[in-house]
């Protein structure tokens, strides 16, 4: 039961936002009393670090099934950020914009280790983009991972509209990837670029 309840507040707090979503919203959309969700959660705080922390395990489940399947570096980039407008989709509020608001403390845990998981997946695709010929070899791979999620996090938690977030979050893409590319990179961003847009 505590993982249904986990999986329901997840699916509600992303579409209408960690604010909004009460308790009994939770247990009305559930069939089940609101006793039965404080048997499990003490309180909201508690049950959105859960669900925050079950949403973390998803998002990076999906960005491990993706680099498994040997794209390129750039492609992968932009199969995970599919990935991230399809999951985010249904809502209009952005969920981290939201949960920054909202819930500071909570925030910062997400993003603590958000920042550690990102590191490592952008210094590989970086290292992967560089032995394929797509990314320059003299690039300092720490600073542009710290560029990157810099502008990525920023969006994320200052931008209110998913939408919104989303549209800028591609435009960084591409101006991460342009900072990087070789010229057959460049050819395989627009290339992605076109894909993406279909």
């Known amino acids: 039961m505590k993982d249904k309840i986990i999986a329901k507040a ?3 707090f992303l579409k209408l936002g960690f604010k909004s979503v009460t308790m ?4 009305g959309e ?3 009393s609101k006793k039965t969700i404080y048997k499990y959660f003490c309180n909201k705080e508690i049950l959105i670090e ?3 922390s079950m949403v973390h395990k998803a998002i990076h489940q999906s960005i491990d099934s993706i680099v498994d399947k040997n794209h390129n570096a750039i492609e992968e980039n932009f199969e995970i950020r599919r990935m991230f407008k399809e999951m985010f989709k249904m809502g209009e509020a952005s969920p981290v914009y939201q949960l920054k608001k909202h819930y500071p403390e909570i925030y910062e ?3 603590s280790r958000e920042i550690n998981e990102c590191n490592t997946i952008f210094k590989q695709n970086i290292e992967q983009g560089i032995q394929q010929g797509l990314y320059r070899k003299d690039i300092i791979i720490n600073t542009y991972v710290d560029f990157y999620y810099t502008l990525i996090f920023s969006i994320n938690g200052n931008i209110s509209s998913e939408k919104e977030a989303n549209e800028l979050e591609l435009q960084a ?4 990837t342009r900072a990087m590319a070789t010229p057959a990179g460049m050819i395989e961003l627009e290339k992605q670029l076109k894909n993406y847009h279909l």
């Open 10 to 12: 997840s699916d509600l």
């Open 24 to 27: 009994d919203d939770i247990a």
């Open 30 to 32: 559930m069939c089940i």
């Open 50 to 52: 859960e669900s925050t």
């Open 109 to 111: 845990k997400v993003i």
């Open 173 to 176: 893409l591409e101006y991460h």
